[in-house]
């Protein structure tokens, strides 16, 4: 009688239907995380939009470059430290953290007297982004089941649609209105009802240690030292000064030049150490994966990290309409991870199949910003271009993002959520650095051919990573 009335208990179990994501049960966590993501894309579009003016108006446009990459060297260190910090304690208090920062360095960015002081705030607001990445991440992940992952990533691309459209407006208009630096400022006035939409899905771990991480401790002798993570951000930090001083005209050349030569050296040393065993061979599962993330982020960010400014030199547009390719980006992103999270598509097509998809998309796409620079098309059939490479995006991205939270171990899933978001930065800093240099030494005299030239490297990564594709499981 009990084994048949636990088998019936059984039957009905199974065919309950799967839980909603924005049910009632799961609708403080996703409520919170996208108000979270919301702000986050808000100051992102704002402050790209807003940066090639804010450095004119410092007279600072030759380091433009390092200005971009401040905030990617910081942020390789913070998500060694946030990752640790998240297996041993849980994402609520370095969430938290991560918040305090972020209003802490949009106060001195947009303060600054200087380039200098700018570049610092930016750096201040990389150990903000990557105490803040990490922690959410993870959060999404222990406070969800397994099945909702592929769609709670998919709101993450969602809440960049409003950001992505109405931002660069903003952006523009603030400018033009109060000046440059109000826009640093906006963000913080957002942040007080994102924390308070937050706080309820906060309260849903367990305490200082996240449910599920606290039976099974992160492992010390897996954890990644920091002084590789701290090499690797010094080289960048080398890497993108270095540019500007040797390629600007100016006085420092021998500076420059031996700052790129000691970056290039720490890169070397410090870069097998910082990422997982096997990343820079695409060995099979998660070094194949971080590989893969690194070369994604340098074949789309190559191009969209330099489309509004291509845009401003080039087109001679102002920041509200540079911001139209941020626009399309989170738009079509969007788009791309809508589809990445329908069940027939997660059913269908296994996470290597959606990554060689938008690889493939990224590659044709990208060709549009490349014969928009060169005066080839016009603004709208390059940007098409454009957002058919940010759909690819939204595709290949939530699928690496889901498929790290499969292959690590959920005591250690911080550690390899940072190796993935370290590799992300490198490939952005490293497409930052080389741009930057190129931009210092054409500062006078930048064209098209310039941008053509940074988006038809970035096109190459996007080609070796389509062959690395088959390796991301064991």
Known sequence: MTSTADASTASTQTELPPDKLFSAKHLPVAIGIIALVTLGAFENRATISIMPTAARALDGLAWFGPANAASMVTFMVAVVVAGRWVDRLGSRTVLLTGLATFAAAQVVTASAPSMAVFIAGRGLSGIAEGLIDVSTLVFAARALPEHLRAKVFATFAAAWILPSLLGPGAAGAAEALVGWRLVFLLPTVLLVPAVLLLLPGLRRVSGPRDAGSAATPADPSHEKPLLPALGLASAVALLSIGGPLAFDGGDHRIAGLASLVVGAIALVATIRAALPAGTLTAAPGIPAVVALRTLLVIAFGGIGGYLPLMLDVTHDVGPALAGISLSVTGVFWAAGSAIHSLDAVQRRFDAAARVRLGLSLIAIGGIGPILLSLEIVDLVPGLMGWALAATGMGLSSPSLSTEIFTLAPE????????????????????????????????HDTLDGAVFALLMGISLGAAVIALTLTHRMRP
């Open 411 to 442: 005591h250690e899933q911080g550690q390899a959520t940072a190796a993935s978001q370290i590799g992300a930065s490198l490939g952005s800093a490293l497409t930052t650095a080389g741009g930057g240099a190129l931009i210092a030494a054409r």
